[in-house]
């Protein structure tokens, strides 16, 4: 956009990056005093086609657009893989460019988490199932998601961000928070972008070895099957048939479940309000999540 910010682009990667809140405060001051929209988002890096479209999506609808690229220790729990999540900031910076971002908002953990932090924002209820139950990443994930989320929103200011439909409990944690806590920020969740063979892009697929990639495919044929079995005989029998594709390439999944989309109650037949059918499960070296939306 037109307008001059208090950093400038990087020589090298060609997108100005804010490394502390007030880099950013100061940057966005002139964005907001000139009355432009921004548009917020949230990465934790390692960016594929999924990151690609939340931001082309970003950019044609606001007159400036935040990256965030932080991964955020928060939301990893102890034995998971927070030390070997993949990073190439260099690369993120240059895709960050190529794509229009404005600006990239790039902390450390102690940035974000200083000395003494004690605070964290909490949704009850939503975080209790599918990832967040007991025994899985459990609620603290969340716990850390929203926390994060929050702090981001405080931070940015944005008018709108955007979310992929790939973290679906993530999407309706977050709108219950916007809900609950009043932020003045329109969440917009993009749909899913998937290999050409269906696989859901995620930057934790970097971790599969070529035989598990193949199998992998199976958490997208399994969600497909549920929602032709729903459609064609009952919500049961798809989940059914669902785990049978999983069964034939030897994954044992965490979940396959049915929940209303919004709320995330339990649902036992596909009816007026959209239904979610979510899948955990892990595929050698990668926990990988997916998920379709079933509507009436
Ligand atoms: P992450 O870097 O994994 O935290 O993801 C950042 C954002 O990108 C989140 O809102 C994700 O839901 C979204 N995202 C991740 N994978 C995909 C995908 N395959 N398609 C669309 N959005 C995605």
New binding site residues.
């Given amino acids: 956009m037109d307008l001059t910010i208090s950093i400038p682009p990087s020589a090298e990667t060609g997108v100005a990056v804010a490394r502390s809140k007030g880099e950013l405060r100061d940057a966005l001051a002139d964005v907001r005093s000139a009355g432009r929209s921004i548009g917020l ?6 960016l ?1 086609d ?2 690609l ?2 931001l082309r999506a970003a950019r044609a609808e606001c007159d400036f657009v935040v990256m965030s690229l932080f991964v955020n220790p928060a939301q990893f729990g102890r034995g998971e893989d927070l030390d070997r999540y993949p990073r190439d900031e260099a690369r993120d910076l240059e895709l960050a460019a190529a794509t229009g971002v404005d600006l990239v908002y790039a902390p450390s953990a102690e940035e974000v988490y200083p000395e003494g932090f004690t605070t964290h924002v909490e949704v009850e209820g939503l975080t209790d199932v599918l990832c967040g139950a007991p025994g899985r990443r459990g609620r603290g994930h969340f716990r850390g998601v929203t926390t994060v989320v929050a702090k981001l929103f405080n931070a940015v200011g944005p008018d709108v961000a ?6 679906a409990q ?1 999407v309706a944690v977050i709108r219950r928070m916007v809900r609950d806590l009043d932020f003045a920020v329109r969440i917009e969740a ?5 290999e050409p063979d269906g696989l ?4 934790r697929n970097a971790y599969l070895e070529p035989a598990d990639r193949a199998r992998a495919t199976a958490l997208r044929r399994a969600l497909l099957a549920v929602e032709e079995g729903a459609r064609a005989d009952s919500l049961a029998a798809g989940l059914e048939a669902g785990m049978k594709e999983l069964e034939l390439v030897g994954i044992d999944p965490e979940y396959l479940e049915a929940r209303d989309a919004e709320s995330l109650a339990p649902v036992e037949e596909i009816g007026e309000r959209p239904v979610l059918v979510a899948v955990a499960a892990r595929v050698g070296g990668a926990r990988l999540i997916d998920n379709v939306l079933i509507e009436a």
């Fill in positions: 988002v949230p990465t934790m890096g390692y594929h999924g990151h479209s939340l955007y979310f992929g439909q790939k973290d993530q993009l749909p899913t972008v998937r859901a892009m995620s930057s």
